[in-house]
């Protein structure tokens, strides 16, 4: 009896223990959350002007749309989703009259062929102020696809890159404003051992063993390259891990 009686008191003080912890990181995860958010409360009322016209790829969950959401809040901007899921899509943002949805398939050149047109398009109207392309849409797990290369490859860098490039010649050709690119990062890229003869590798269809972090990688070294189009280009990953703390609180 003593025996049972003490592994009880022992469980149930490793209960309270665990418990306290995990209420602590929850109270940390949420202070965080708040920061983020009030941190992208003051950019905007800073940035946004009379008219910000904000487009973000993958925004029907996670990251995307909890950054969607936050955005509304602002009653200056506009957003121009672009969601392989673009029903989805429709479905959450219906109740927002400032927000248009169109449907992206990264792996699909003709499908970022007609984002880019359409990006163009939304980026051009409207009165003064901020101006920004998100290239948020990502997978870890691809799903299945008849496209020909990887899908992950293509869904976290090739797909971005066409649209970047794609939507910078578009403004060049008709505004002399800079095209504002957030590319979303994450922190698994340093796990990523990519250098040239991977890259060869990943030419002739051989990804390597960590695709995901090698893409993000990509990702990150193209924001450093100097363009000939007029682009500011950033790597967004620490705001985003707060973004992503809020998701995980919905």
Request: hydrophobic share 40%; with cysteine; proline share 4%.
């Amino acid at each position: 009896m003593e025996r049972q009686s003490w592994l009880s008191q022992l469980l149930y003080t490793g209960a309270a223990v665990g418990g306290a912890a995990c209420a602590a990181v929850a109270a940390r995860n949420l202070q965080r959350v708040l920061r983020a958010r009030s941190r992208i409360k003051v950019l905007l009322a800073a940035s946004a002007g009379t008219d910000a016209r904000v487009v973000i790829t993958g925004a029907t969950g996670g990251i995307g749309q909890e950054l969607a959401e936050q955005l509304l809040r602002n009653p200056s901007v506009h957003l121009l989703l672009g969601c392989r899921d673009h029903l989805k899509a429709q479905r959450l943002f219906q109740s927002s009259e400032r927000t248009k949805v169109h449907r992206l398939d990264l792996l699909d050149p003709d499908s970022v062929q007609a984002f880019a047109d359409e990006a163009h398009l939304f980026l051009a109207g409207g009165e003064s102020g901020l101006r920004m392309l998100v290239n948020n849409a990502g997978v870890m797990r691809p799903p299945v696809s008849q496209s020909k290369g990887d899908s992950t490859w293509q869904t976290n860098f090739l797909g971005p890159f066409l649209l970047t490039e794609l939507l910078a010649r578009l403004r060049q050709k008709q505004q002399p404003s800079p095209v504002r690119v957030v590319h979303v990062s994450s922190r698994l890229e340093k796990r990523s051992q990519l250098d040239h003869h991977l890259l060869d590798a990943v030419t002739r269809g051989e990804v390597g063993e960590n695709p995901y972090a090698d893409s993000k990688r990509g990702l990150m070294l193209w924001t450093g390259i100097p363009r000939l189009w007029n682009v500011q280009a950033f790597c967004f990953l620490c705001v985003v891990r707060e973004v992503h703390r809020a998701c995980e609180l919905r």
